[in-house]
């Protein structure tokens, strides 16, 4: 198999990444008893779409959540995703990281159908990669 895996993954990540630059947010923090949280309405890419506020009718659980999934861990998430990609990059037909020669591993390693796995509702995501 080849890594067109990867390159689906990569695409992904460049989506999430294009979502969170829309924000226009300065501080790329959000906390969530900020009550300037609510003004934004951010079309995602595959149609759906994620409207902020205001915050007042919302439960504390819910604002957490949002704030805790500010741009700024959104973007050091897809970061670490990008890097992970680069470890686990095509060499022949495995996977270096994860091709230790005792067992007969195909690429893409687990790790990388792990990695895919959150992204499966999207366009273009194949079962046979899933793990």
């Known amino acids: 198999m080849s890594d067109e895996l990867v390159s689906w993954l990569e695409q992904q990540l460049d989506v999430d990444e294009r979502i969170v630059q829309a924000i226009e947010d300065e501080e790329q923090h959000w906390d969530p008893g900020d009550k300037n949280l ?10 759906a779409a994620v409207v902020v506020g205001p915050y ?3 439960d504390w659980s819910v604002r957490q959540y949002i704030a805790e999934h500010d741009p700024a861990r959104v973007l050091r998430e897809i970061d670490a995703k990008r890097r992970i990609l680069a470890e686990h990059a095509l060499n022949g037909w495995v996977c270096d990281t994860c091709d230790n020669g005792e067992v007969d591993q195909t690429f893409p390693c687990p ?15 194949r079962e046979e990669w899933r793990p």
Request: charged share 20%.
């Open 38 to 47: 609510g003004s934004a309405v951010i079309g995602a890419e595959y149609g």
């Open 111 to 125: 790790t990388l159908r792990l990695l895919a796995l959150p992204y499966a509702d999207r366009p273009g995501y």
């Open 56 to 58: 007042d009718h919302l």
